[in-house]
């Protein structure tokens, strides 16, 4: 079972940019699907991006759609999430999450493995 491991999060200026990584400490993600998830204070956890590692083919969420990049480093094992004009709403704990498919998944239950979270705050 992968083993995920978040990092990249911190505090921006609003119209800054971040990126994200997340690390298998433990397996690959050959043959998974990979997601980034987020969640807001009252709020509950939304799909931000996903990624299929095999094949490469990508999904976003409306609200992230030409601002956030979710890519790929086959070499390294490392998935990342670029975030380029960040919003003050896009303040929230960031996850990355895997699960066992050929596809990109885009819903929260789908995945069985989550990280632990990493903090982005967007400053206005």
């Known amino acids: 079972q992968v083993q995920l491991v978040e990092s990249g999060g911190g505090l921006v200026q609003a119209g800054g940019s971040l990126r994200l990584s997340c690390a298998a400490s433990k397996g690959t993600f050959s043959f998974h699907a990979l997601g980034w998830f987020r969640q807001a204070p009252g709020k509950e956890r939304e799909f931000v991006a996903g990624?299929?590692?095999?094949?490469?083919?990508?999904d976003y969420a409306d609200s992230v759609k030409g601002r956030f990049t979710i890519s790929r480093d086959n070499a390294k094992n490392m998935v990342y999430l670029q975030m380029n004009s960040l919003k003050p709403e896009d303040t929230a704990v960031y996850y990355c999450?895997?699960?066992?498919?050929?596809?990109?998944?885009?819903?929260?239950?789908?995945?069985?493995?989550w990280g632990q979270g990493t903090q982005v705050t967007v400053a206005s």
């Open positions: 990624i299929n590692w095999n094949y490469g083919s990508t």
């Open positions: 999450a895997a699960a066992r498919s050929v596809m990109v998944l885009p819903r929260r239950d789908e995945y069985g493995n």
